[in-house]
């Protein structure tokens, strides 16, 4: 029977091409996926921030872990609903005019459904349109100023305020689903945005 040793093995690194030149990444902490079952080791990876406005704000600092969670969340629940829009052509069916086959919609997506509404019934029609923009079409806070009619210039009142409004409804949406609790939600963070 041969006797295990208890040292640690170390591996050489790996040899990775560089990133390009425009490439927008940030270091993230996540679980290693080749530890072991009964080892909570983790490790550092880069993340890419480029078409990710959450992934920017939480990367700066600007949100916390729970609005961070909250707002993938919010993008799931919207995924969930969107599934059954894409669909893709069946070639080795019967061509038939006019014809759509509906599956009819899952427990799955009545609860998105369902959680998306109700979102929209706490946060208001204007807000939840405003992190609609933020975090399904990933709109970055600029263009939203822009398409709002505001001042679109990065260091402006108008986009620091839409990114306090963002923080908000990232607030209020964490307290709603249980990644925080109601006594750190903020008090301004839903004001009038455009």
């Known amino acids: 029977m041969t006797r295990r040793s208890s040292r640690p093995v170390t591996l050489a690194p790996v ?10 990444t940030a270091p993230v902490e996540v679980d290693d996926p080749c530890s072991r079952p009964a080892q909570e080791d983790r490790i550092i990876v880069m993340r890419a921030l480029r078409d990710d406005p959450l992934a920017m704000m939480h990367a700066r600092g600007q949100i916390d872990d729970a609005q961070y ?3 993938r969340e919010f ?7 969107a599934v059954g829009e894409v669909r893709s052509i069946d070639l080795s069916r019967q061509r038939v005019d006019a014809s759509v086959r509906r599956h009819g919609v899952t427990d799955r997506q009545m609860i998105a459904i369902y959680q998306l509404k109700r979102l929209a019934a706490v946060l208001g029609d204007r807000i939840f349109s405003l992190v609609e ?8 806070l600029t263009q939203i100023a822009a398409a709002c009619g505001l001042n679109a210039s ?8 839409l990114g306090k409004e963002i923080r908000g409804a990232l ?5 709603d689903q249980g990644y925080a609790n109601a006594a750190r ?10």
């Not at 040899?15 to 927008?24: C, F, M």
């Not at 607030?171 to 307290?175: L, Q």
């Open 15 to 24: 040899n990775l091409p560089p990133l390009p030149d425009d490439a927008v």
């Open 69 to 71: 969670r909250a707002g």
């Open 75 to 81: 993008q799931r629940f919207h995924e969930v609903t």
């Open 133 to 140: 923009a933020f975090l399904v079409r990933r709109h970055t």
């Open 154 to 161: 990065p260091d402006s009142r108008d986009v620091r305020r």
């Open 171 to 175: 607030d209020v949406i964490a307290v």
């Open 185 to 194: 939600q903020r008090k301004d963070g839903l004001k009038k945005a455009c």
